[in-house]
Nanobody, 116 residues
């Protein structure tokens, strides 16, 4: 089992920046990919970013150029640095982790609100 705890959400003005963190505990050595999805009211869940254990990254089209995902394997933590935030970035952000055994784990989510 893997437990994920997110932090760093909050209220920010448009154009501002925010960094989310997601720390993994438990069977963290079985983790391959980690990343973030987001969901806002009335919209489908959207991939924000993914990072594999080897460092390869993938970004959703709507956030490319404004978001950077990074990973500290020693701290078992993944970070999501967001800049030039827009009101449409307002959502609940969920951290996930995929294990090498095919399991997927989710955090509880952290809310990001971008005011115009």
């Amino acid at each position: 089992q893997v437990q994920l705890v997110e932090s760093g959400g909050g209220l920010v003005q448009a154009g501002g920046s925010l960094t989310l963190s997601c720390s993994a505990s438990g069977s963290r050595f079985s983790i391959d990919a980690m990343g973030w999805y987001r969901r806002s009211p009335g919209k489908q869940r959207e991939l924000v970013a993914t990072i594999r254990s080897g460092g390869r990254t993938n970004y959703g089209d709507s956030v490319k150029g404004r978001i950077t995902i990074s990973r500290d394997n020693d701290k078992n933590t993944v970070y999501l640095q967001m800049i030039s935030l827009k009101p449409e970035d307002t959502a609940d952000y969920y951290c996930y982790a995929n294990s090498v055994y095919g399991n997927q784990y989710w955090g509880q989510g952290t809310q990001v609100t971008v005011s115009s």
